[in-house]
């Protein structure tokens, strides 16, 4: 079976005003070939007041944006009960359960992780990252948030940055969407 690595996405919240999801572009099939360097796994939906960002397969992330923008327009943007709605689903669903994604999600009140287990997680402190380099992005984001005053956009870029310098899964070719 080919399987697709597929990337590294970082959120960053500063106050109300200062939110940032980014992720870079690489997209590799099985352990040796790029497929892509350039595909865009950050997005705004639900009348641009969230920001969204997957890993995994790129086709199933597609899929649960698109199923993720229903609840939200379900439940009026509100992103948590929308969360919890998709990941029930995510859950139950026999069809959605063999999708292979997590996804980061974002507005004004909130940043969750939303799983296929069932999971909504909010994280402790207002950054999170996922994906094959999301533990590298993620040591560097909580140093950049914790010990500077860096803007949420320079830490998403930098974090990325860091961790496309270290996973062979995440390149430097970084795109990002703030609120």
Avoid at 39 to 61: C, E, L, M, P
Avoid at 123 to 134: T, V, Y
Avoid at 153 to 176: F, G, M
Wanted: glycine residues 8%; hydrophobic residues 40%.
């Amino acid at each position: 079976m080919i399987q697709f690595h597929a990337t590294t996405i970082v959120a960053v919240k500063r106050g109300e005003d200062d939110i940032c999801i980014g992720g870079d572009g690489q997209v590799t099939m099985g352990e040796t070939t790029v497929m892509k360097h350039k595909a865009k796994k950050v997005r705004k939906i639900y009348k641009n007041s969230v920001i969204t960002g997957f890993a995994g397969s790129v086709s199933d992330a597609f899929s649960l944006t698109e199923k993720f923008e229903k609840k939200l327009e379900e439940h009026s943007g509100n992103l948590k009960k929308a969360a919890v709605a998709l990941a029930q689903m995510w859950r139950s669903d026999k069809a959605m359960r063999n999708l292979e994604a997590l996804m980061i999600a974002v507005d004004k009140e909130s940043m969750l992780l939303i799983s296929g287990n069932g999971e909504v997680i909010e994280p402790d402190q207002n950054f999170i990252a996922i994906g094959s380099g999301g533990n590298y992005a993620y040591a560097a984001a909580n140093a950049l948030f914790n010990h500077t005053d860096m803007k949420a956009e320079d830490i998403v870029r930098e974090s990325l940055k860091i961790a496309s310098s270290i996973c062979v899964y995440t390149n430097d070719n970084i795109s990002v969407e703030r609120l």
